[in-house]
C-alpha cells in the first residue's frame, strides 16, 4: 500500500487504528506524513526491567552521509534492491506475500534489511517495495492472532518478522504495528507451553525477546513478561554454553552427527556459526530480566571464548558452517557476520562498553565488504581471512560444499542471499544512539547526520570525517536552542593519545577503550573535533604470525585476480575467482618490527571506499616468498609457525583494506632474519 493511502486505509480500519492511537499518544495522529518526519521518542525500559546504558534511536534519526551514503546507494542499485525481481524466494509468490511459495525465514530476512535501507535513503521505489510485505503481514493476521504464512507453524522465521515490524513502526510510526503485536504476543503465550520452541527458534529466542521487550516499553503489558519467562525457559541456555566452554576445536563432521531427513543435532545447533553470532545479545538481553551480574559479563565472556578457540582478525569467530578453529584458511558465514553485528549494537545499548563498539567496526569495515563484490551484486558463504582462490573445489570446511566461497547469487544455500542486507542499514541506524541519562552517545563513527531531540529540544549532529580511513572526526552540534545534555564520545581501545576538543579546548580524562563524556550547555555552532592516530601497527594472531591494521582495518596483499563467470543467475551471475600472482609471502620484520610506508589520498566520489579502485589508503611493506608455504585443497596451507627464514628476495608489497581484496593474505608468516638483503624492485 503507497503511503499516501495509509490515513484512509486506517480510518477503515476504524478500532484499530483509534485504540492505538489514543494508548500511544507519543506517536499519535500522524502516519502517512511520518516519513517526513520521523518519530524521535525514545522509549526507556520500563521497571521491573533494569536500564540500558544507550537505546536505540528510531530508525532514521541517523542518515548516512559520504562514503557511506555511497555504500547504501550501492545496495540500492545491487541484490537489495533487485532481489524480489529475479529470485523466486522472496518473488511474488512468496508466503509472506499471500502465495505459495517460500514460508518460511527468506522473506523476513531480506525485509529485515530492505526496510531500514529504504528508510534510510527515503527512496520511494524501495519504499513501495517494503511496504507491500509489510502490509501482508499487518492486514492478514489470523482471528487466533497468528502472523504470516497459514501453512507454516515455525515461530523462527515470526521471530525475524517481529523484528521487521519494529522498525517499521519506528520509521513510519504506523498505529497498525502493535495492535498486531499484541494479539500475535497473547496467541503464542497460550500456545507456546503446549506448542513449545523447536529447532532454530529454540537457539534464537533471544531474537523474539528483543521485540517482547520492544512492546513492553511501550505499552506496560504485564503479559509480556511473562511471555519472556517462557521464551528464556523454552530456550537454549547460552550462558551456560560458555561459562562451561567444551567447543575449543574444529568440530568434526562425524561429531555433529548430521543426517539427512533426521532432526539437527543439539552440538550442531550450539555450534553453529549464525545461532552463536546470534546468540551474542543473549545474556545481555536477560541481564535486563535477572538483574543477574554474571549475566551482565556473559557476552564478554561469549566472546573471549570465541576469541581464545576460534577468532579470527576480522572480530569474527571462523564457523564453515561449525566452528572451525584459528586457521586463517577457515571460513565464516555471511549470515553470521551480519547477526554478529546486529548482536553487537544491541549488546552495546544494553552495556555500554566501547570495546563492543570497537568490535562491530572491526566487523563492519573488514568482515562485511570483504565477503561482497564491489557492486554488492554477489556475495560468499563463506569468507576467509587468507582466501587465495575461490572455485568450485571441496575446501577443509566442517560441513560445507564445493560452492561455499564463490561469489555469487546463492553459492551453497540461499539464506545469506536473503539475509545480507541488514549489514549497512543496521549499522548505519546504530552510529548515534541516547544516552539513559538523557543525552547522545556516538558509539560508532563514519560520516551522517543525526537529527532527534533532546529534552524537547530539536538537535542536529552534523559528523564530516572520512573514518575509518583517517582518525580525525568533526561534530557540528546544532540545537535549535541552548540545551545541557551529556554528550557520550566512543575512544576506540587501539588509539594512542586521542585528543579531543569542544570548540577547541582540549579535554582531560580521555581513555582508549572507554567512553569520553562531554556535560555542557550545547549551542548552536559548538564543534567537537576528535583526533584518533591511525599509525599501522602489527597484532599477533594464528601460529604466532602477523596482521597488519590500521585503525579498526586490516590491510591484506591482494591476490592478483581472474574472475570467471560460472553460471548466469537472472540479473547477476556466480563467479570464480583464480590468482594470478603469488601469495605465499611473510612479512619482513627488523628488530621485532615490520616497517611501513603508508599512501593516503582523498576518498574519491563515486566508488566504493571498499574496492581496489576507490580505497583511500594503501601500505607498503618487505616481504619475502616462502616456497614451503603451499596451496592445498584451494586453500592456503598449514600457516607456517613464525618466525621464518627465507633466502628469497626482499620484496616491496603493497597491502590494502581487507574488504578491497577479495582474493588476499591477511594473516602473515613473520620473517625476522635473513641472510639475503637483496631487494627486488
Ligand atoms: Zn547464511
New binding site residues.
Partial sequence: MPFSSRRYFLKALGAVAAVSASQFPAFGGSTSEAAAVPPTDVFLNRAPLAKNSYYPLPLSSVRPKGWLLEQLHIQAHGLTGHLDEFWPDVGSESGWLGGNGESWERGPYFLDGLVPLAHLLQDQALLAKANKWVDWTLNNQAANGMIGPSKNDDWWPRMVMLKVLTQHQEATGDTRVIPVMQRYFAYQREELPGMPLRDWGKYRWQDEVASVVWLYNRTGDQDLLRLAELLHHQGYKWKLQFENFEYKKKVSAKELGLAEGRPIPEIAMQTHG?NNAMALKSSALWWLFSNDSSERAGVERQLAMLDMYHGMPTGMFSADEHFAGKNPSQGV????VVENMFSLEYAIAILGNATLGDRLEKIAFNALPGTLTDDMWAHQ?DQQPNQIECTLEQRPWTTNGPESNLFGLEPN????????HQGWPKFTASLWMASAQGGLAAVAYAPSELSTKVAGVPISIAEETTYPFEGEISLKVQPARPVRFPLFLRIPAWVQDPDVRVNGKALESVHAGEFAVVTREWRRGDQVELRFPTKPSTIRSYNNSVVVQRGPILYSLNVETEWKKLKNRGMTADWEARPTSAWNYGLQSSEGKVLFAEKVRPVSAGQSVFSLKGAPVSIEVQGRKIPQWKAENGVAGELPQSPVSSSEPLEKLVLVPYGAAKLRITVFPEIAESADTSQKS
Fill in positions: 549464525v558465514e555471511l549470515c553470521a558463504y544455500f540461499g539464506c545469506c542471499t536473503a539475509n545480507m
